[in-house]
């Protein structure tokens, strides 16, 4: 089969699972130290501002490099790609695992994101290349299954492990099945790739890591530091500036690292808008909840991670579905009915009490979660098919570095939105309760009246940032409506290379 050729009849089964198998395990890490913090802090000696760094670290390398990827795919070979990202990721995992001091332990985590941000984009890359656009749904509706299944078992996997072993377990059981993937890519994955003469231009990468680096710094850092810290208004000046200023000088290059003219094409622009205003509203649920589960009701982690777990599932085994229907019916009516969904049960879990069922709670989170599995991939698939095919890369890196900064900036806004309500509720509630006292109270009455105050305070925070949560989801909901199916634009006028389907090797 000619490896340039500009549709393919057989797509290549065996690569991609290849792909998204490497793609999997590094979601599945990233899922599972979340529920290992506590243990980390204990053994290694460190406070939570220092160990939050696994996760901020981990978020801030993927949103420097992935705006790269898509100079990278247009240089180099799939197989060389695969290799250096699953290589990295396992260097990193062996490392994490090994940690006996913290530093050691954010090398490792660095060192596996920075494979991790090669893997997702170059996966994406080669699902476009290899299906034509009428089964592309179904394609991505695979891949989809693949990307929520890991998040799904993860924090119960994770629990479970850090129960009975050491969290350095967490690391030691995924090295091998790393490894394996690394030797099997080696071995089977055999592409060409014509020698492409662009050169990665240094200043548009500086202006990158500082620009996307300092907006998801920025607003990570927010929740914990407050809007006022300069570690936080400093850097997000910067990081708009810098990022302003990449995007200038995107325009005025011959070959940009990051083509920003995907937004010419109106289907992919609004599909941006939507998952980004989505992104930005659909972590109240994977944030508020859990802490109204352990925090306001007591639940133990392992319980709560249990009780979220029919819902992930759910959103994961949906994902096919909703691809072979996206490949019937288009996306609109799926980001329609879905998004109506999400804003509904958004809408009623902010009204949430103290005497709430548990089983309200897993059923409202589970249809919630299928609304979520009828938007997201259709509505980015059905932007990246507006795209010529010598902007798949840059879409793909688009898409990926915007899921990052939506969700930093949306994790921000509502941590500040349920800090504000929640400081209000507490003190109208102790000017409420000074009032309605009579005598002179005892220290324990005191100290429970308190307590009882501040959990009715955050209960009432949480509630209040669901509510936002329904109106931006309401937001993408409108914008939903106007969206169409989209079909494969015509190339640019300007030569471009073709793109390179990876092939197994023949001997296979």
Avoid at 14 to 21: D, E, N, P
Avoid at 347 to 360: A, S
Avoid at 384 to 402: D, E, F, I, K, V
Wanted: charged share 10%; aromatic share 8%; no cysteine.
């Amino acid at each position: 089969m000619d490896d340039t050729i500009n549709r393919v009849d057989r797509p290549q089964y065996g690569i991609l699972a290849i792909l998204m198998i490497g793609a999997f395990i590094s979601f599945l890490n990233n899922t599972l130290l979340n529920i290992a913090l506590p243990s980390i802090m204990i053994d290694l000696e460190v406070d939570t501002a220092t160990v939050q760094w696994v996760t901020t670290g981990y978020m801030l390398v993927n949103g420097i490099l992935i705006p790269t990827t898509a100079f990278l795919i247009q240089k180099y070979s799939v197989r060389r790609l695969f290799l250096v990202a699953m290589g990295l990721f396992t260097i990193g995992t062996i490392v994490a695992g090994s940690a006996h001091i913290f530093p050691v332990l954010l090398a490792g985590r660095m060192l596996q994101a920075s494979g991790s941000a090669i893997m997702m984009p170059l996966l994406m890359n080669v699902m476009l290349i290899s299906f034509p656009v009428e089964k592309r749904g179904a394609a991505m509706g695979i891949f989809g299954l693949i990307l929520m299944f890991a998040p799904a078992i993860g924090p119960t996997l994770s629990g479970w492990i850090v129960e009975h072993y050491d969290w350095r377990m967490l690391f030691h059981f995924i090295t091998p099945i790393a490894f394996v993937i690394l030797l099997v890519g080696f071995f089977l994955l055999k592409d060409k790739k014509d020698k492409v003469n662009i050169r990665l231009d240094m200043l548009s990468l500086m202006l990158s890591s500082v620009g996307f680096g300092g907006l998801l710094y920025g607003f990570s850092s927010a929740g914990s530091r407050g809007w006022g810290s300069p570690h936080v208004y400093v850097t997000i000046i910067i990081g708009v500036i810098s990022l302003v200023t990449f995007i200038l000088r995107q325009s005025k290059l011959d070959i940009p690292m990051l083509n920003f003219n995907v937004y010419k094409y109106p289907m992919f622009s609004l599909a941006s808008a939507i998952t980004m205003v989505l992104n930005m509203a659909m972590f109240s649920g994977f944030l508020l909840l859990p802490i109204y589960i352990q925090t306001i009701r007591g639940i133990s982690p392992m319980s709560a991670g249990l009780m979220l777990l029919p819902g992930a599932v759910l959103n994961a085994l949906m994902s096919p579905v909703t691809g072979r229907l996206f490949d019937k019916y288009g996306g609109r009516i799926l980001a329609v009915i879905g998004l109506t969904v999400i804003t509904v049960t958004t809408y009623m879990f902010g009204n949430l009490t103290f005497e709430t069922g548990v089983v309200y709670i897993v059923i409202l989170h589970s249809v919630r979660m299928l609304g979520m599995s009828m938007v997201m991939m259709p509505v980015s698939t059905n932007g990246l098919n507006q795209l010529p095919r010598s902007l798949y890369p840059h879409g793909t890196a688009m898409n990926n570095t915007l899921n990052q900064v939506s969700a930093a900036i949306g994790t921000a806004l509502l941590i500040t939105i349920m800090s504000i309500r929640e400081t209000a509720a507490a003190q109208r509630l102790t000017e409420e309760a000074m009032i309605n006292v009579t005598g002179q109270p005892t220290e324990a009455a005191l100290a429970e009246m308190q307590q009882q105050i501040m959990l009715k305070a955050m209960l009432e925070g949480i509630n209040f940032t669901f509510i936002i949560s329904a109106i931006l989801m309401g937001v993408s909901l409108i914008l939903a409506l106007f969206l169409k199916r989209a079909t494969p634009a015509d190339e640019p006028n300007e030569k471009k290379s073709k793109p390179v389907v990876p092939k197994l090797a023949k001997n296979n």
